[in-house]
């Protein structure tokens, strides 16, 4: 009896639709040598011939995301998720609690007590989804090394890999890709859960060479420099580099 019970169940799973999270394990796996566009201000220019686009996701429309994808371009949704901007819609959701310090040079940022998912989370799986509503393919979590800086918080590279994993996991759960932007001293620990990587200014700090455990692993990793002094990185990394302004308009250029 159990055989055939086991059986009846084997068909009807083979007719059924996929579950929600069957449908989740299935996101975007970008490869080595895409080439990318960065743009976090301005009037967003989808003209600029780049295979990825990577967008502020609260500042953007499901209209501009449908739009670059009948270009034939995959859209990258930018969340803070280490940080608290005190401009965005959703501020008031972050306690004082897990609000740290400054960051350095960026007005309205605070640091977050990452140990805190319990408060964390629901705001950025309500961010996540909201990229995943506006048909985003993967995120660009910003900020993902507050141990690394003066947050305010005691934080441990242990609390940092915990919250980067976990931060992976829900956009993972979500069928979207992600990003590690930064954080290189814990590259060869997060590659793993993590689908590329989003590095800002590795030439300026010499420090390209942390992020190859992502091009060893058929991962790409999206570079950017903001000064033509410090490009390009050499070719042997198989980098997608650009060069910026710190404005991050639509202004790019080779590097």
């Known amino acids: 009896m159990r055989r055939l019970l086991f059986t009846a169940l084997t ?3 083979l007719v059924l639709p996929a579950t929600q999270a069957d449908a989740a394990s299935s996101w975007w796996k970008p490869t080595v040598g895409l080439s990318w566009q960065m743009q976090f201000s301005g009037k967003l220019d989808t003209s600029i011939d780049a295979q990825v686009y ?3 996701g609260a500042d953007s429309t499901s209209a501009q995301v449908a739009a670059l994808h009948r ?3 995959k859209v990258v949704c930018y969340v803070d998720a280490g940080s608290y901007e005190n401009w965005r819609a959703d501020a008031a959701k972050f306690p004082a609690a897990v609000r740290g310090k400054a960051l350095d040079g960026w007005a309205g940022e605070q640091w977050l007590d990452v140990r805190n998912w319990t ?3 629901p705001i950025l799986s ?6 995943k509503a506006k048909g985003f393919d993967a995120v660009d979590p910003d900020n993902m090394d507050g141990y690394a800086n003066d947050s305010g918080f005691p934080l441990t590279a242990a609390d940092q890999l915990t919250f980067n994993r976990r931060v992976a996991d829900l956009a993972h759960g979500l069928g979207l890709a992600v990003g590690l932007k930064n954080d290189l ?3 060869k620990a997060l590659q793993p859960a993590f689908d590329f990587a989003v590095n800002e200014s590795c030439s300026q700090y010499k420090e390209c060479g942390l992020l190859a455990p992502f091009i060893a692993a ?3 990793v999206f570079h950017v420099e903001y000064s033509a002094a410090r490009c390009p990185t050499p070719a042997a990394l198989k980098f997608s580099n650009i060069r910026k302004k710190l404005a991050l308009d639509a202004f ?3 590097c």
Not at 126 to 131: E, L, M, S, T
């Open 11 to 13: 068909a009807l799973a």
């Open 54 to 56: 990577d967008i502020d």
């Open 71 to 73: 270009a034939g371009r």
């Open 119 to 121: 408060a964390l989370q």
């Open 126 to 131: 309500a961010r996540f989804r909201d990229c």
């Open 185 to 187: 001293e814990q590259v």
């Open 218 to 220: 058929g991962k790409p």
């Open 252 to 254: 790019r250029a080779a």
